[in-house]
């Protein structure tokens, strides 16, 4: 049992260039959410899926799009890095039952220049 | 979306137990409040939840007034280890995929 991985662990783009975080989680889970995370800050969320085919915007989605391509995977997408984008990604998900505990990724440090 | 305040940062010394006070002045009916824990270049983990009253599990406790209006961690015999960010969640309970905020948490620093 895995919990939530992310690939991939580190990334560095060219500003403009594009790719795609993926994560992944085997506890059945129906939530999954995609943050960032900036130096010394909290977690601010990009998108959230509540179950398998529908997805949501959440406080920072501008410059990103998301794929919930099954109820296991959940992909965030950079279609033009900026700069801005630069930070540290973490995946989670959330069963749906009590206590809604959040199982989060160990992250993608990303570095746009 | 109840928007929670937490003190930015505090300090504390080995073996003493430590309070962190989240304030949630709207929460509603729906809400439980979750408290994590994020260690340097990690996720945060779950630590706690409740929704009125005390909790308690082996490693902290959560106490709720009958308002609601605010929530502490207690975090009993600090350690060194405990030197984290502690961020306080008020989420609805009826939908799990409810768009939580974390804001951004309070540094705890546990000092030798």
Known sequence: NAG??????????????????????????????WYRQDPGMGLRLIYYSASEGTTDKGEVPNGYNVSRLNKREFSLRLESAAPSQTSVYFCASTGAFLPYEQYFGPGTRLTVT | L????????????????????????????????????QFPSQGPRFIIQGYKTKVTNEVASLFIPADRKSSTLSLPRVSLSDTAVYYCLVGDSDNAGNMLTFGGGTRLMVKP
């Open chain 1, 4 to 33: 939530v991985t992310q690939t991939p662990k580190f990334q560095v783009l060219k500003t403009g260039q594009s790719m795609t975080l993926q994560c992944a989680q085997d506890m059945n889970h129906n939530s999954m959410y």
């Open chain 2, 2 to 37: 109840a928007k929670t305040t937490q003190p930015i940062s505090m300090d504390s010394y080995e073996g003493q137990e430590v309070n962190i006070t989240c304030s949630h002045n709207n929460i509603a009916t729906n809400d439980y409040i979750t408290w994590y824990q």
